[in-house]
């Protein structure tokens, strides 16, 4: 094992990366940027050295700058976290040219999956179904009529270089297609420096079904299991589970073949994702690999016993896999709510200032993998999740009534954050039957988000939810700062799940 590594990140996963290193007995360096000084991950390090002012080019994007700082801390691996530098496969080569070792894919693997184009090619050459659609990037907004025509609208346009949901747009008529492409096109430049943009089926009403694949450096290549992430605004991922409730264990031995099979044709070591989308009569398509460790894997980890972060560092030092594919079955419910600092009820804006309270739920099969504590300024330099908050449990049931109690649990004072949104998530008919597809949120914002709602029915929910958390806790009111957190307009109608 490594005896020192520096961690390429700030915020949850810095402190995640930390906490593994932490539990194998490994030395850790941290960096940080002017606005991060006083991090908890900054503290929790071993070591830190200050990489530059907050914005992330001058800091947190600086690769030659990162890499001096391993090589003068004496740390041998460099360990990238999600965002950031992670699927740059530049940055992994230069770690590599520098001697030392990038806890990821190889560059190779990361550079075979870098663009969605390419990585669909991959995948046909691998046998893995992937969306019908071209693997080319368009022309002209008449070639783009003509592919439309071919496959039938609804359509969507795609930056193959895209990431976060940037660059797509859906066309539902001919006569949308040459708009759409100039601002698919526009976005994609802005937003990754390259305008290449391709088509794909629409497909209508999919779930998000994602595989775990993990490998090393013997041959080894094994899925954990799928984590449907059905739960987005925007094209982003708001809530995670595993397993899922669409996925029987004759679809899951599938869906990973195809994983593990793509991931074996890139030449893929450590941990990554494919993603797929699963339709209504049981087919699925992939979309594209993550060569990272993903926000949401610790609802993989808990459902399978397996901690990847651990298993990431430990592959990367060069030692083999020592499970079974047999033996990794799902065993009960883990959800992931991302608490960020945005605010739900006025179209989810940012939001900023310094966290003045922060109280954490505790308790059974909770768990908080966070960035922040009281006291953490929150502005607008980097992304808007705070943490994640992740329950296990022993059915689907059960975890979704652990996660609205450890939600009501959870005070953040300062800053506005997705909370409430959340609880209202947990007390949905459609979610709690499982009932929901990538389209489920944005159909349903209004009654997700308290949106448009008076200024009294706002205080009638937030004292409603007060009383609640006051049952849940059994402890004294707290009403004050239930109401001053905004609260959940049905949290006095969650039902109780069966006992189990
Ligand atoms: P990004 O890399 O920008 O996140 P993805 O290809 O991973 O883009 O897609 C993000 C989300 O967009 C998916 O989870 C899904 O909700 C939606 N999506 C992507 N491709 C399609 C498609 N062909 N049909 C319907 N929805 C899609």
């Keep these: 094992m490594f005896s020192k590594v520096l961690i390429a990140n700030r915020g949850e996963i810095a402190l995640r990366v930390i906490r593994a290193c932490q539990e194998l007995g490994v030395r850790t360096v941290a960096v940080y940027s ?95 179904p992937v969306v019908p659609g071209t693997t080319e990037p368009l022309r002209d907004a008449a070639e783009a009529a003509a592919i439309a025509e071919q496959y039938g609208y609804p359509v969507l346009l795609k930056a193959a270089a895209g990431g976060g949901g940037k660059g797509m747009r859906v066309v539902r008529a001919a006569g949308e297609i040459a708009g759409a492409l100039e601002s698919a096109q ?25 595989i775990q694949v993990l490998g090393d450096r013997h041959g080894n290549m094994l899925h954990l299991g799928e984590r449907e992430c059905s739960v987005q605004r925007r094209h982003q991922k708001m809530i995670e589970e595993a397993p899922s409730v669409a996925v029987t264990p004759e679809l899951r031995a599938r869906m990973g073949a195809a994983a593990v099979a793509a991931a074996r044709a890139a030449g893929y070591e450590n941990a990554g994702t494919c ?11 992939f979309l594209e690999m993550n060569t990272r460790i993903q926000v949401e894997h610790p609802v993989t980890e808990l459902v399978m016993g397996v901690d990847l972060v651990q298993w990431q560092l430990r592959v990367a030092a060069g030692e083999a896999l020592p499970f079974r594919q047999e033996e990794l079955e799902p ?7 991302r608490i960020t600092s ?41 992304d808007p999740m705070l943490a994640k908050l992740i329950v296990h449990a022993r059915t689907r049931e059960l975890a979704i009534a652990r996660m609205h109690r450890a939600l009501l649990e959870l005070t953040v004072e300062g800053v506005e954050t997705s909370r409430d949104f959340h609880l209202r998530v947990m007390e949905h008919d459609d979610f709690r039957r499982g009932d929901i597809s990538i389209q489920w949120l944005e159909q349903h914002l209004p009654e997700l988000t308290g949106a448009g709602a008076s200024d009294e029915e706002k205080l009638v929910a937030a004292i409603a939810a007060a009383l609640v958390a006051d049952r849940v806790r059994g402890g004294p009111p707290r009403a004050a700062a239930g109401a001053a957190n905004g609260a959940s307009n049905g949290a006095a109608a969650m039902p109780a799940p069966a006992a189990g």
């Design 331 to 337: 065993r009960g419910w883990a959800i992931e709510c």
């Design 186 to 210: 526009r976005e994609a430049r802005n937003a990754f420096g390259d305008d290449a943009v391709y088509v794909e089926k629409y497909i209508e009403g999919p779930r998000h079904v994602e």
């Design 34 to 128: 002017d606005a991060d000084a006083r991090a908890p991950h900054v503290r929790e390090a071993d070591e830190a050295v200050h990489v530059g002012p907050p914005p992330s080019a001058q800091s947190y994007l600086l690769g030659d700058r990162l890499i001096e700082a391993a090589k003068r801390t004496g740390a041998e691996a460099i360990h990238p976290g999600y965002g950031f530098l992670s699927e740059r496969e530049w940055f992994a080569r230069a770690v590599r040219e520098a001697g030392l070792t990038f806890v990821g894919p190889p560059a190779e693997a990361i550079e075979a999956m870098g663009s969605k184009t390419a990585a669909r090619q991959l995948a046909i050459r691998a046998g893995t």
């Design 342 to 382: 945005e605010d739900p009820s006025n179209g989810f804006l940012p939001s900023t200032g310094r966290i003045s309270y922060l109280h954490l739920p505790t308790g059974p099969g909770v768990r908080w993998d966070g960035g922040i504590e009281a006291g953490s300024e929150v502005g607008l330099y980097y």
């Design 275 to 285: 993603e797929f989308l699963l339709d209504r009569d049981g087919n699925f398509y």
